[in-house]
């Protein structure tokens, strides 16, 4: 079973629709990081988000909000209002506690292409 | 600051060469990782390290090799490469359990 998943390959939304991609994770770790990274199409991964596994307060910031849930292992992302810059594909990502210490032992969802159409 | 460089940009190599991709970072972050991400799907790990003169294996670390030497370069070994290493590489720094700084990226093709 996958430790990540991001049922969504591809989406495709008109300019100003709100748009959720979805996360659902799997994890025995009762302390663990969640991460949202941005891949836009000129290739570099840009940091968006950061959950550790004790704070499920939803979080927003501008047109972009996060939906937290441990009951359901999810960690949704939603778009709102959403324009052709936010044409990306976006990663959901896992942190648990690795060998040497410290929360390296990352897994990565293969991600969801997300364009936005004017 | 630089932040996170990786070079070279691109390189194709023949298979059976060796190589290898440099990553060197200048924010004085312990942790380092090297990713490789092919065609339409995730990141996978390949190694990490959280300081000097300490590695360890991640994900898929066959045919790679690494070493940390020093806090600032982490570079990554493909001693003879094959076309299943054709991937896009990218190097990545942090703290522990905060977010991850990536480098550009180095496309490799082995043909």
């Known amino acids: 079973a996958q430790k990540v998943t991001q049922a969504q390959t591809e989406i495709s939304v008109v300019e100003k629709e709100d748009v959720t991609l979805d996360c659902v994770y799997e994890t025995r770790d009762t302390t663990y990081y969640l991460f949202w990274y941005k891949q836009p199409p000129s290739g570099e991964l840009v940091f968006l988000i950061r959950?550790?596994?004790?704070?499920?307060q939803n979080e927003i910031s501008g047109r972009y909000s996060w939906n937290f849930q441990k009951s359901t292992s999810s960690f949704n992302f939603t778009i709102t209002a959403s324009q052709v810059v936010d044409s990306a594909v976006y990663f959901c990502a896992l942190s648990e506690r690795g060998n040497s210490g410290g929360y390296q032992k990352v897994t990565f969802g293969i991600g969801t292409k997300l364009q936005v159409i004017p | 600051n630089a932040g996170v460089t990786q070079t070279p940009k691109f390189r194709i190599l023949k298979i059976g060469q060796s190589m290898t991709l440099q990553c060197t970072q200048d924010m004085n972050h312990n942790y380092m990782y090297w990713y490789r991400q092919d065609p339409g799907m995730g990141l996978k790990l390949i190694y990490y390290s959280v300081g000097a003169g300490i590695t360890d294996k991640g994900e898929v670390p066959n045919g790679y090799n690494v070493s940390r030497s020093t806090t600032e370069d982490f570079p990554l070994r493909l001693e003879l490469a094959a076309p299943s290493q054709t991937s896009v590489y990218f190097c990545a720094t942090g703290e522990s359990s905060y977010e991850q700084y990536f480098g550009p990226g180095t496309r490799l093709t082995v043909t």
């Open positions: 959950r550790n596994s004790f704070d499920e």
